[in-house]
């Protein structure tokens, strides 16, 4: 099954509540969204149960992504905290909403060697999931997404690694940062390749075009900024397809300036390539 929906309420939404949103989702022919707390979690629990009845309602598949102001590789403990606490609390919005998965960017090498932050994040997730836990939380995976600058933590590699090591995380594929961190590359057999070992039943991850700049790192970039899929770095038809081949099942997210309109055109493709939804 292939899921294609907006990071976030879509632009064309007359109503720009998450419910309003979810109907707006519902009536563009898109069949998933991503609810954004990348300012702060503000929903209550009983907002989220009322955004989780409706979804289910219309068929919607959902899933949360966590404040951006989190670093996992953190070394002030306050800091760490909070960071934790920000996925916590997304964490039970997620849950009460029946959101399968919160999506984060797990943070910045900093002073830490590569194996060090590795093992910061590592140490952070068994933490948080302990706590999911005893507090009676089930179903909801932690996300990390791979990320699209070389000072952050969250190659391909690393996430995989970490996700093979602690049941309870996933990788979330940015596609746009992959392809900004490697200079404007991507294979998009090998991504999938790579992550047959956590033989994944569904896989999130995220599409848009990326501008991106060279990084000091010889072979190396760093993301710039999002921009809509027509201007094709990287192009979408090639992953479509990719898909298709494999025949996975794929969220893909749409964080193009556009949201909605870059969903549809992802649907678009899909169909020409003979898929229906």
């Not at 707390?37 to 289910?56: H, I, Q």
């Not at 830490?112 to 909801?140: N, P, Q, Y």
């Not at 992959?178 to 599409?207: M, T």
């Amino acid at each position: 099954m292939i899921y294609l929906g907006p990071a976030g309420v879509p632009i064309s939404s007359m109503d720009h509540s998450t419910l309003g949103g979810l109907r707006r989702v519902a009536e563009l022919g898109l069949n998933s969204m991503e609810v954004e707390f990348v300012r702060g979690v503000a929903m209550s629990n009983e907002t989220a149960d009322e955004v989780g009845k409706l979804a289910k309602e219309l068929g919607i598949l959902l899933s949360v992504h966590c404040p951006y102001f989190i670093n996992l590789c953190s070394t002030d403990k306050e800091k760490l905290e909070a960071s934790k606490k920000r996925i916590l609390d997304s964490v039970e919005r997620a849950y009460h909403m029946g959101a399968h998965i919160v999506v984060f960017h797990p943070g910045f090498y900093g002073p830490l060697t590569a194996e060090a932050a590795f093992k910061a994040v590592e140490e952070a997730c068994l933490d948080m999931l302990d706590r999911m836990k005893s507090t009676g939380i089930k179903g909801v995976t932690l996300g990390h997404e791979t990320t699209g600058k070389i000072s952050a933590f969250g190659t391909l590699d690393e996430l995989v690694r970490l996700c093979k090591q602690i049941r309870g995380c996933e990788p979330v594929v940015d596609f746009a940062h992959l392809f900004a961190r490697a200079a404007g590359k991507i294979d998009y057999a090998e991504v999938f390749d790579k992550l047959k070992s956590l033989k994944l039943k569904h896989l999130h991850s995220h599409f848009t075009s990326m501008e991106w700049t060279p990084a000091k790192i010889p072979g190396y970039g760093n993301e710039r900024r999002h921009i809509p899929i027509k201007f094709d770095k990287p192009p979408f038809e090639p992953l479509a397809k990719e898909i298709l081949k494999r025949k996975l099942n794929i969220t893909l997210i749409s964080e193009s300036p556009v949201l909605e309109l870059d969903s549809l055109e992802m649907k678009r493709v899909f169909e020409k390539l003979g898929y229906n939804f």
